[in-house]
């Protein structure tokens, strides 16, 4: 089993900077693709970005690319996501998430593992 935990979330002004991370634990990190999604009020949940398991490769959402940056520690069981230049459709909770194929989708049914969330809310 795997757990997954997110913290870094909170409230910050348009143009400012959050990063956020998932620590995961019982299994070994490196053996999963991991991904963030963030799911706004009365929405769906959608992928923001997507690392493979070396962290060699890294895909973005149209509305993030430029802006944000996923990246893993497989070391110290971390995933991280900075988040520059912050807006206010940026806000939504924002999940990790894990799965054992090789690369990471943007499909949430492909994630088996995911964490609590965490809010990240930008005011304008």
């Known amino acids: 089993q795997v757990q997954l935990v997110e913290s870094g979330g909170g409230l910050v002004q348009a143009g400012e900077s959050l990063r956020l991370s998932c620590a995961g634990s019982?299994?070994?990190?490196?053996?999963?693709?991991m991904g963030w999604f963030r799911q706004a009020p009365g929405k769906e949940r959608v992928s923001v970005a997507r690392?493979?398991?070396?962290?060699?490769?890294?895909y973005y959402s149209d509305s993030v690319k430029g802006r944000f940056t996923i990246a893993r520690d497989n070391a110290k069981n971390t995933l991280y996501l900075q988040m520059n230049s912050l807006k206010p459709e940026d806000t939504a909770v924002y999940y990790c998430?894990?799965?054992?194929?090789?690369?990471?989708?943007?499909?949430?049914?492909?994630?088996?593992?995911w964490g609590q969330g965490t809010q990240v809310t930008v005011s304008s």
């Open positions: 998430a894990a799965t054992r194929r090789p690369v990471p989708t943007t499909a949430a049914t492909a994630y088996a593992y």
């Open positions: 690392i493979t398991r070396s962290g060699a490769t890294t």
């Open positions: 019982g299994q070994t990190f490196s053996d999963l693709a």
